[in-house]
Structures are given as structure tokens and as C-alpha cells.
């Protein structure tokens, strides 16, 4: 895989956050899932948050899609925290193992959309679920910021 300095950026950035994200989980026990996590609105567990990240990238690979294609993101009405919500609500049932082959399928996804997206395609904008407009290349590396933030708040919440 032959990268630009952009995207090879864009592709470190991504990996580095996961990585930290999956060191954190290498280092929890099986009771550690259940354990609450103040700093998310609700009051989640390790194992809602851990849903969320998997859930919030896939939605996100379609933001990136309908950005690169020029194509409308979210409605005008999208409610960022009850989809987030609902998505949680939704695959409650899934076990660990299956929460992190969702997040694994999910970077796996993104990051070869990544590679097969025109270098162009990155100064596109268009609208994120948290109501702000951002480029394609933004969205990027929210979706590295957002999972590293909740790297934090999980290891906050094991007391790592």
C-alpha cells in the first residue's frame, strides 16, 4: 500500500489510537466490563462505551462515504446522543469477544476506505452528527480523537 504523506498521517493517527484503546482493554479483567464510567453522559459501563466506539465508527465510515461522494451526511433533526443511545440499546446482547471483533471489522473498514479514497476527496465537507461541518480529513482524526478520549475515561473509570 502505497500512501500519501496526508493519509499516512491520517492512517498512523488511527492506529495509534486504537492501539492505546486496545492496551487498555489487554489490560482489563472479565469483572472490569461492568464497571461504570462516570464520564459518560447515562452513566455507561466499559462494555456500553466499548459498544459505542464499535457502533459510532461504523455510522462514521458512512459520514466518510457520503462526504467523499458529495451526498448529504445527517438530517437537519439528527440527535447525536439518542442515536448513540439506541445504537447501545441494539447490541446490548453482544458479548466482549463480539464487541471487539465488531471494532476490529469496523477499523478494518475504515481504514481501507481510507486508502481507495481520492486524495481530493479529503478537503470535502460536509455535515458531522454533532452538528459541525468538517472536512473529510477531520473526520479522520475525530474518529481517532473520539476513540482516545474514551481511552482515558475507561482507564479513569479501572483506576489504570
Sequence with gaps: MELSERKHVLYDHLNHTREELLDVVGQMQAEDWDKPVQSVEGGWTVKQLLLHVATSESGQIKTAQAIA??????????????????????????????????????????????????????????????????????????????EAGHAVEIKKALGM
Design 69 to 146: 461522494a458529495g451526498q448529504p451526511t445527517v438530517p437537519d433533526d439528527f440527535d447525536l446522543d439518542r442515536y448513540n443511545a439506541r445504537q447501545v440499546e441494539k447490541n446490548k446482547a453482544k458479548q466482549p469477544p463480539e464487541i471487539l471483533f465488531g471494532m476490529a471489522d469496523s477499523r478494518q473498514r475504515l481504514l481501507a476506505f481510507l486508502e481507495e479514497v481520492p486524495e481530493a476527496a479529503l478537503d470535502k465537507s460536509g455535515k458531522h452528527g454533532r452538528g459541525d461541518v468538517i472536512t473529510l480529513e477531520q473526520l479522520f482524526l475525530r474518529i481517532g480523537e473520539h
